[in-house]
T-cell receptor, first 112, second 117 residues
Framework: LAKTTQPISMDSYEGQEVNITCSHN???????ITWYQQFPSQGPRFIIQ???TKVTNEVASLFIPADRKSSTLSLPRVSLSDTAVYYC?????????????FGTGTLLAVQP | GAVVSQHPSRVICKSGTSVKIECRSL??????MFWYRQFPKQSLMLMAT?????????EQGVEKDKFLINHASLTLSTLTVTSAHPEDSSFYIC?????????????FGQGTRLTVV
């Protein structure tokens, strides 16, 4: 069973900032929060990962509150090519098998 | 960065035949890899964990005799769909296991589109 909950879909326009929020109601102490992007007929691609507070890289920012019960992926100034499914996952570092369990994902549709 | 390569990208086979999908880690050694299946407009479903030198661990509801996994080397895991049927048509994806020691995330293959006719 998926551990996370996120909106099924979101719509946006080119140039806007998009924030996708995910719920992590039962996140474990040793779980990191990881976001992946998937285009049709391709394998998922890593976007960003964090444990708490804020993480920023060249493509996105990830905000995680102190209680770690949620996370927000922020995509600045989206373009049409950002149309994809975005998955938030909990990644158990240090476990015997650090497998990724995918939830529904959020289908982001960027309009011109 | 680390790359996982999957082959073939798409395959069409006749019902009753077997199909082998390869997943290679190109610049790192993967003692553990994972196999997923994805149906249209659905999320990825974990099928099994592939362990180098030992038996794979299958998720509940996945038939181990139908989906044969071999992980004979540190750079290659294979998934064989045996006696394929049209309902096995799906998108199959492999991934590496990220490691805290190397500070790496999990990398996914490009996926294999299997169509059974």
């Amino acid at each position: 069973l998926a551990k996370t909950t996120q909106p099924i879909s979101m719509d946006s326009y080119e140039g806007q900032e998009v924030n996708i929020t995910c719920s992590h109601n039962n996140i474990a102490t040793n779980d990191y929060i990881t976001w992946y992007q998937q285009f049709p007929s391709q394998g998922p691609r890593f976007i960003i990962q964090g444990y708490k507070t804020k993480v920023t890289n060249e493509v996105a920012s990830l905000f995680i509150p102190a209680d770690r019960k949620s996370s927000t992926l922020s995509l600045p100034r989206v373009s049409l090519s950002d149309t994809a499914v975005y998955y938030c996952l909990e990644y158990p570092w240090g476990g015997a098998t650090n497998k990724l369990i995918f939830g529904t994902g959020t289908l982001l549709a960027v309009q011109p | 960065g680390a790359v996982v390569s999957q082959h073939p990208s798409r395959v069409i086979c006749k019902s009753g035949t077997s199909v082998k999908i390869e997943c290679r880690s190109l610049d790192f050694q993967a003692t553990t890899m994972f196999w997923y299946r994805q149906f249209p407009k659905q999320s990825l479903m974990l099928m099994a964990t592939s362990n180098e030198g030992s038996k794979a661990t299958y998720e509940q509801g996945v038939e181990k005799d139908k989906f044969l996994i071999n992980h004979a080397s540190l750079t290659l895991s294979t998934l064989t769909v045996t006696s394929a049927h049209p309902e096995d048509s799906s998108f199959y994806i492999c991934s590496s296991a990220g490691t805290e020691e190397m500070n790496t995330e999990a990398f996914f293959g490009q996926g294999t589109r299997l169509t059974v006719v």
